[in-house]
Nanobody, 127 residues
Framework: QVQLVESGGGSVQAGGSLRLSCVASDYITSYNCMGWFRQAPGKNREEVAR??????YYSDSVAGRFTISLDNAKKTMYLQMDSLKPEDTAIYYC??????????????????????WGQGTQVTVSS
């Protein structure tokens, strides 16, 4: 059974940092593309970062402030979020594609490119 479990959300003031973690079950391997999405109230779920191996992608809204990293040995993905802004407030989800989905695509993936999802963790940034 595929499981993704996020942790690390919380409340922080603007300019602060948080690190999200996503632990994957043994069914997730280096053949899966891994990503972070977020969904703010009243908005669509949007991809903010994606990675596999040494490849990474960031949306324009977080590039230069967020860093995705993958520890395959620990089956854990991280999202380091620095210089947080109030507009970063959202529920953050980790996700994984089915194996062998082509990951190195310019532009963001829609949510339906991903097969497996975590339960989400709330991030709140106050001004």
């Amino acid at each position: 059974q595929v499981q993704l479990v996020e942790s690390g959300g919380g409340s922080v003031q603007a300019g602060g940092s948080l690190r999200l973690s996503c632990v994957a079950s043994d069914y997730i391997t280096s053949y899966n593309c891994m990503g972070w999405f977020r969904q703010a109230p009243g908005k669509n779920r949007e991809e903010v970062a994606r990675g596999r191996g040494t490849y990474t992608y960031y949306s324009d809204s977080v590039a230069g402030r967020f860093t995705i990293s993958l520890d395959n040995a620990k089956k854990t993905m991280y999202l380091q979020m620095d210089s947080l802004k109030p507009e970063d407030t959202a529920i953050y989800y980790c996700a994984a594609t089915a194996p062998l989905v082509y990951c190195r695509t310019a532009g963001s993936f829609s949510a339906d490119r991903y097969t497996y999802w975590g339960q989400g963790t709330q991030v709140t940034v106050s001004s």
